[in-house]
T-cell receptor, first 114, second 110 residues
């Protein structure tokens, strides 16, 4: 069945290292969101794309985070250099063109920066 | 500022009982309101989605209501089951973005 696939599911890395998280949206969905979830902040929007173009990345620390959609089947979120405060679960979600239909979430990437 | 506020923050109920979760929002313009269920360690899963013209929508034992005038929504869970233990998140969509509430942590005890 159609689902949003995120890889890796878990990542432990040392401070200063580069981290790349990947998301395969549901085929045919033209909107992709990146969210970060922590106990303190809940779910926060980092960036979202429509038809592969970034529409809003105001929630993302620009100095270290970058989000791209090299093609319609792949979205990436990169952190360089990573810091302990980046430890969180990062979710990708995709949605079809109609804004009144569901957004489907992946299982998330649990990132731990030590 | 666009905000979504949920109450209570957490809730403990006995299996078989009903409960109601609340959501107030200030998001404008408004496109739709969604309720998601998030099990521990999993991504959120959609329960209901309502547009401006819809007042109520049901999905099994879950019934959501929406008052677009007062900008309030509720999620009513009937005859709760242990598997209902999860975080319930109210999400309001506006200008293509999803604005999330902090969620209500529901724990159903036997």
């Amino acid at each position: 069945d159609a689902r949003v696939t995120q890889t890796p599911r878990h990542k432990v890395t040392e401070m200063g290292q580069e981290v790349t998280m990947r998301c395969q949206p549901i085929l045919g969905h033209n909107t992709v969101f990146w969210y970060r979830q922590t106990m303190m902040q809940g779910l926060e929007l980092l960036a979202y794309f429509r038809n592969r173009a970034p529409l809003d990345d105001s929630g993302m620390p620009k100095d270290r985070f970058s989000a791209e959609m090299p093609d319609a089947t792949l979205a990436t979120l990169k952190i360089q250099p990573s810091e302990p405060r980046d430890s969180a679960v990062y979710f990708c979600a995709s949605a079809p063109r109609d804004p009144n239909t569901e957004a489907f979430f992946g299982q998330g990437t649990r990132l731990t920066v030590v | 500022k666009n905000q979504v506020e949920q109450s209570p923050q957490s809730l403990i109920i006995l299996e078989g009982k009903n409960c109601t979760l609340q959501c107030n929002y200030t998001v404008s313009p408004f496109s739709n309101l969604r309720w998601y269920k998030q099990d521990t360690g999993r991504g959120p899963v959609s329960l209901t989605i309502m547009t401006f013209s819809e007042n109520t929508k049901s999905n099994g034992r879950y019934t959501a209501t929406l008052d677009a005038d007062t900008k309030q929504s509720s999620l009513h869970i009937t005859a709760s089951q242990l598997s209902d233990s999860a975080s319930y998140i109210c999400v309001v969509s506006g200008l293509g973005k999803l604005i999330f509430g902090q969620g209500t942590e529901l724990s159903v005890k036997p």
